[in-house]
């Protein structure tokens, strides 16, 4: 595999492969009181977020770091983006000043994919390119962390009913999860209003509900997913009260949940909006596991693009 641009470059094998050396990574990492891994000692590593990112970016600095690559952060803000250069010179460059790999996020959907392209023209290699959120359409490293939380909660996927909650439409964590977790052969029900689920929905390897109260009580897992306000133009409907009333994950709602159920968010949440302060602490909530896991599991695709031996990371 030379880039992870969707969750359609990885069949249940490679998805399988890239869960368990992540767990490998947490493993050799467990207790250390230095954690530097030799592994891509040499190689260059570059961030280019243009849209914001706490998780994302800082999960992706710290996997390059302990596996002791260079990792250079491009912020959009404070870049010569901000002087008018495109996304094309731009990601040509970074390729030129030594980029291994371009982990990239940008609000504009197949904007990785064009950079794969791209920086592949002059010289027919490129670096290897790393779709960490591209508009509304795929997120798959945030689908893998997921995968891999909800293999250590509940024991395996396959089976499993899994509820994907909310703001669909806006949501490539939404889109990315629900082919990966079918993959994994696990049943996904999306949950969301009318207005929040994209078109062409009905395509898709899920099955649909407005009616959050009924799916709770019938799942493994509940993924709450943020409203995105931002990708709204400033509509929004319903409204966000409504919205929180019948979508949100509230206290009360909490408890139609099986009792061994789990609970996640890809972050950030939004307290009082999708989920309740309270359910968003609980035991059952996975919510920082998945972020831990989020380095492993970086770490993991970073190793399999880069160096690409099966089980040799770690
Ligand atoms: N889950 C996720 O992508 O979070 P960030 O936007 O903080 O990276």
């Known amino acids: 595999m030379k880039h992870l641009l969707s969750v359609d470059d990885l069949d249940r094998d490679t998805a399988t492969g890239l869960l368990d050396e992540a767990e490998r990574f947490s493993q050799a990492l467990l207790g250390r009181e230095i954690r530097k891994l030799p592994t891509l000692r040499g190689r260059t590593v570059m961030t280019v977020f243009y849209e914001n990112s706490t998780r994302t970016r800082v999960s992706f600095e710290v ?86 939380t909800l293999r250590q909660r509940l024991g395996g996927l396959e089976g499993r009913r899994i509820a994907i909650v909310g703001d669909v439409v806006h949501s490539r964590v939404a889109r990315s999860n629900a082919r990966l977790l079918s993959t994994f052969g696990a049943e996904v029900v999306l949950v969301a209003p009318p207005t929040l689920l994209p078109v062409g929905v009905g395509s898709w390897p899920v099955e649909v509900s407005h009616d959050l109260d009924r799916v709770l009580p019938t799942v493994d897992a509940v993924m709450m997913l943020r409203v995105q306000a931002e990708r709204m133009n400033g509509g929004f409907f319903p409204s966000a009260r409504e919205y929180s009333v019948r979508y949100g994950l509230n206290d009360r709602r909490g408890r139609l949940l099986p009792d061994d159920a789990v609970v996640l968010h890809p972050g950030p949440m939004l307290r009082g909006m999708e989920i309740g302060y309270d359910v968003a602490d609980s035991p059952r909530a996975a919510v920082l596991q998945q972020v831990s896991n989020g380095v492993h599991m970086r770490m993991a695709v970073l190793f399999s693009l880069l160096v690409g031996t099966e089980g040799g990371g770690a």
């Open 63 to 148: 996997a390059g770091k302990w596996m002791s690559a260079d990792v250079i952060n491009v912020s959009a803000s404070s870049s010569s983006v901000n002087k008018g250069e495109s996304l094309r010179d731009t990601a040509k460059t970074l390729y030129a000043a030594g980029a291994d790999a371009l982990i990239v996020r940008h609000p504009a959907s197949g904007a990785a994919h064009q950079i794969a392209r791209w920086t592949a023209e002059d010289d027919g290699a490129g670096p290897a390119v790393i779709n960490a959120g591209d508009g509304t359409h795929e997120h798959p490293t945030q689908a893998l962390l997921d995968a891999l």
